[in-house]
Nanobody, 124 residues
Framework: QVQLVESGGGLVQAGGSLRLSCAAS????????MAWFRQAPGKEREFVAG????????DYGDSVRGRFTVSRDNAKDTVYLQMSNLKPEDTAVYYC?????????????????WGQGTQVTVSS
């Protein structure tokens, strides 16, 4: 059974930092792109960051560029999202996703494996 399990969410004050982790089990995704999405109450799920299978390429949503960094450790089948200078508008459930190939795509419908999500709450 393929699973993506996120961890590292929590409550943090504005300006603070968190690091999210997403561990894969059941199969390896070392040839696949991985991505982070988030969904706030009443809003659509939006692309946050994506990383190629090698880690050599990445992409970020406009609202997080310069503050968030995506990385991966293929030996551990884990992808990370380092979030800095957090803002209240970053409050959301954050989801990890795996794509069917090495391409980084912003469209959430392209991804075929999803984690259960981890809550991030940023207080002002």
């Amino acid at each position: 059974q393929v699973q993506l399990v996120e961890s590292g969410g929590g409550l943090v004050q504005a300006g603070g930092s968190l690091r999210l982790s997403c561990a894969a089990s059941g199969r390896t995704f070392f040839r696949n792109s991985m991505a982070w999405f988030r969904q706030a109450p009443g809003k659509e799920r939006e692309f946050v960051a994506g990383i190629s299978w090698s880690g050599g390429a990445s992409d970020y949503g406009d609202s997080v560029r310069g503050r968030f960094t995506v990385s991966r450790d293929n030996a551990k089948d884990t992808v990370y999202l380092q979030m800095s200078n957090l803002k209240p508008e970053d409050t959301a459930v954050y989801y990890c996703a795996a794509g069917p190939s090495s391409a980084i795509v912003r469209n959430r419908t392209w991804y075929n494996y999803w984690g259960q999500g981890t809550q991030v709450t940023v207080s002002s």
